[in-house]
């Protein structure tokens, strides 16, 4: 394989590249900055935009700004995730152009959530699950078109209630049917499991179980395009790890495990 074009991050420590269709949203950990690149149809990186953030929140790793994830939100607009300023940003943007318009709207979660990962629930795409990398927790949010905003429904732990040492959420995942969402600690060193209860007020998060990733630190995982398998890295003790899911109950068998050096991203295409 060959590449067809490479450009250039703002900053030593980019950590996300989101695609979706002919853009590429790319998150600079470290400098706080986003940019905004479109994909020609001979593979070539045009950068259309890009944003730099400030601030800072309650937590020694959050004095300054770290953008950690952006995608685009059911009616169009961009949506920044500030790790550092525990903030979920909304901006009114232009996917022909690529051009960032105004901010609208910004969500602040609670001190110390240090948001990592959003995603839209596949039966309702205005309600969203955030990871909370700093503590270890997931909120269930509900997104307005009309105004840009979030408003949370519900904040649960993806922790046993006797733990007490250090740890961090890693990676969230939906099941393919949309009835479980997975997410992983990093410090802890396991998968957690939730049913998506639906209920009159929206998604409802139902602790299932939470198992041994059979690892240390699970930097990442995903589930397969069949939906029939999640595949866990662990980055300390240099492994890749793979489970059956069973689709039914969502819980985890582990079927496979190899040797991998220090695996921090993980991806499985069809």
């Known amino acids: 394989m060959l590449p067809l074009d490479q450009a250039t991050t703002d900053g030593p420590t980019p ?23 479109q994909l020609t149809p001979d593979g070539q990186l045009a950068l259309t935009d890009q944003f730099q953030r400030s601030g800072s929140s309650v937590l020694p790793q959050q004095a300054t700004s770290h953008v950690h994830f952006m995608t685009l939100a059911p009616d169009g607009r ?52 955030v990871l909370g990398e700093l503590a270890s927790q997931v909120a269930v949010l509900h997104y307005s078109s009309d105004t840009g905003t979030f408003t949370q429904r519900q904040l649960i732990s993806t922790l046993p209630d006797d733990w007490i040492g250090n ?52 930097r990442d995982f995903c589930l397969t395009p069949d939906g029939q398998y999640l595949v866990v890295g662990n980055q300390k003790s240099s492994s ?31």
């Not at 853009?23 to 900055?33: E, M």
């Open 15 to 37: 950590v996300h590249v989101q695609v979706i269709n002919n853009l590429a949203l790319v998150s600079n950990y470290q400098t706080g900055v986003g940019q905004i690149y």
């Open 78 to 129: 961009l949506l920044v995730l500030d790790l550092g300023t525990d903030e979920i940003l909304t901006y009114d943007f232009d996917r022909s152009t690529g051009q960032l318009g105004n901010q609208v709207a910004s969500f602040r979660t609670r001190p110390g959530f240090g948001p990592r990962q959003l995603y839209f629930d596949r039966h309702n795409s205005n309600d969203a699950y």
């Open 167 to 218: 740890t961090g959420g890693g990676a969230i995942q939906l099941s393919a049917d949309g009835q479980f969402l997975y997410a992983s600690n990093r410090g802890h060193d396991s998968i957690v499991i939730y049913q998506i209860q639906r209920i009159s007020t929206g998604p409802h998060l139902q602790l299932i179980d939470i198992i041994s990733c059979h690892g240390v630190f699970p």
């Open 240 to 270: 890749v790890v793979t489970f059956w899911i069973n689709n039914t109950t969502g819980r985890l068998t582990i079927i496979d495990k190899i040797n991998v050096p220090e695996p921090v991203c993980v991806k499985v295409n069809a």
